[in-house]
C-alpha cells in the first residue's frame, strides 16, 4: 500500500479546515487571533498638538535670537484646555502631553530655560517651529486604515484598539476541540495503580490546543470494547468542531477507533502517513467535524499534533497555518533506511552567529522523556538515508 505523504496528508486537511463563525470578542481575547474584517480610525490621535515633553511653550520667532527673557502667562498641565492665546513676548509652562496654546508653535526643554524672579524665564536656546511638539493627527487620523483583514492582534495592536474607544472586535471563533483516548491498559492522572500506564496523551493533547487557540473539552476514555468507542466518539462528534482520538488506530483485536468512526458516518481520508514517528495518523470528517485519530505513543501523538492538528486549529481561526522552518546546521549525523520522512527531535543552539541542531540521543516513539528536551524537528526526506555533520538542514521550532 502507498503511504500518502506529509505535504499531501497538510494539503488535504488544511482543504477542510476553513475558518469559522465570526464572533465579537473583548480586545483582552482577543490577543493572538485574526481579525475578520479592517478596522478604520475612529479618533483622530493625538487629538490636538501637544508638548513632547516638559518645558515652555513658545513663539519661536521670540526666541530667534535666544537666549531671551519671556513672561510666564500661563501654566498647561496634561488635561487642561488651554483658551488663552498666546501674546509675543510671552510663553506658557508646559507639562508632557498638555495641549499647546493658541498661537505657540513650538516648546523648548525645561533644561534650556532657567526661571527667573517676577514670573520671568530666561530661553537659553533657539526653538525651530514644532520643536518638540507633537502634531495634531501625527498617530493617525478618523477614517485612515487602522489594522487588514486577517491581522493577528498584538498586546501594542490591543492598546491602538484601545485608544481608538473600541473594546471588541470581530474575530473567527475559537475552535472546540473534544480528545477522546481508549485502552483497558490506561489508568487516570493521579492514579496509584502502578499495573496501569497513566493517561498522560490526552492532557498533554489539550494543553496543546489550548496553545493553538482552541478550546480543549477531555471527554474520558474508551474501553476496550467497540460500544465503549462508539459512545465516546458521538459525545464528540456533537457540538465539536474538532473531534481527536488518541490510540486504538492499529489492527490489534481490540483497536475499535476506525471501526467506531466508520459506525458513525465518518468519511476517511486516510489512515496512514509516510513518515516517522506517526505513521499512524488518521484524519476525516463528518460533516463540518474534523476528526483526527493520533498514534497511542506519546512522541508520535506530540509530532502528529505539531504537524497536522495544529496548523488545522490555526486555520479554523483564520491564522497562518502550517509551521515555519528554518535553515540549520547538523551537529551530529543522521542514519536511517529510505521509505519515510522522519522527523528528528533536536536542541538548537547559535555557535558564531550560525543556527545549529543536534539530535537527541533517544529518538523513541513511546517515551515522554526523549521528547522534552527538544526545541525542534529536523526534517530528514524520504529518500535520505545518511546526513554528515555539519550538512544544511531544515528544521521545524516546536510551540511546545
Known amino acids: 500500500m502507498t503511504l500518502l505523504s506529509v505535504d499531501e496528508a497538510q494539503t488535504r486537511i488544511l482543504k477542510s479546515a476553513s475558518p469559522l463563525d465570526r464572533e465579537a470578542s473583548e480586545i483582552s481575547d482577543a490577543l493572538e487571533r485574526a481579525l475578520v474584517s479592517a478596522i478604520s480610525a475612529q479618533r483622530t490621535l493625538p487629538p490636538w498638538d501637544n508638548s513632547a515633553m516638559d518645558g515652555y511653550a513658545v513663539i519661536a520667532s521670540d526666541v530667534v535670537d535666544a537666549p531671551v527673557k519671556l ?39 525645561q533644561e534650556k530655560a532657567r526661571p527667573e524672579s517676577e514670573g520671568r524665564v530666561s ?5 525651530r517651529a514644532g ?11 478618523v477614517g485612515a486604515p487602522l489594522f487588514e483583514a486577517g491581522r493577528v492582534i498584538s498586546l501594542s495592536d490591543a492598546g491602538a484598539l484601545w485608544s481608538q474607544g473600541l473594546t471588541t472586535v470581530e474575530v473567527f471563533r475559537r475552535p472546540r476541540v473534544a480528545i477522546a483516548s481508549s485502552g483497558d491498559e490506561l489508568a487516570d492522572l493521579g492514579s496509584a495503580d502502578v499495573e496501569k500506564i497513566i493517561d498522560s496523551n490526552s492532557p498533554v493533547i489539550a494543553e496543546g490546543v489550548k496553545r493553538a487557540g482552541g478550546v480543549a473539552t477531555r471527554l474520558g476514555r474508551a474501553r476496550d470494547t467497540l460500544d465503549s468507542h462508539v459512545a465516546l466518539f458521538e459525545r464528540g462528534l456533537a457540538q465539536h468542531d474538532v473531534l481527536i482520538t488518541i490510540a486504538g488506530a492499529s489492527v490489534g483485536e481490540k483497536d475499535f477507533t476506525r471501526e467506531a ?4 458516518g465518518v468519511e476517511i481520508d486516510f489512515w496512514k502517513v509516510a513518515m516517522k514517528p506517526g505513521k499512524p495518523l488518521a484524519f476525516g470528517r463528518r460533516g463540518k467535524t474534523l476528526v483526527f485519530g493520533l498514534p497511542g505513543n506519546p512522541v508520535s501523538a506530540m509530532v502528529t499534533f505539531e504537524l497536522f492538528v495544529r496548523p488545522a486549529l490555526r486555520a479554523l481561526q483564520g491564522l497562518s497555518a502550517l509551521p515555519p522552518h528554518r535553515t540549520a546546521h547538523l551537529g551530529a549525523p543522521i542514519h536511517k533506511a529510505a521509505g519515510l520522512r522522519h522527523f528528528v527531535r533536536a536542541t538548537t543552539a547559535v555557535r558564531d552567529g550560525v543556527l545549529w541542531a543536534s539530535p537527541l540521543a533517544s529518538q523513541s516513539s513511546g517515551g515522554l522523556a526523549s521528547a522534552s528536551g527538544a526545541t525542534c524537528l529536523i526534517d530528514v526526506a524520504e529518500a535520505e538515508t545518511h546526513i554528515e555533520a555539519g550538512s544544511e538542514i531544515r528544521v521545524f521550532p516546536l510551540s511546545w
Open 123 to 127: 530661553i537659553d536656546e533657539a526653538a
Open 261 to 264: 468512526l466508520l459506525e458513525l
Open 131 to 141: 520643536a518638540n511638539v507633537r502634531k495634531r493627527g501625527e498617530d493617525i487620523v
Open 71 to 109: 513672561k510666564i502667562a500661563q501654566t498647561i498641565f496634561a488635561g487642561d484646555r488651554p483658551t488663552i492665546a498666546l501674546e509675543r513676548g510671552t510663553c506658557a509652562r508646559i507639562m508632557t502631553g498638555a495641549p499647546l496654546p493658541p498661537g505657540a508653535d513650538a516648546v523648548v526643554m
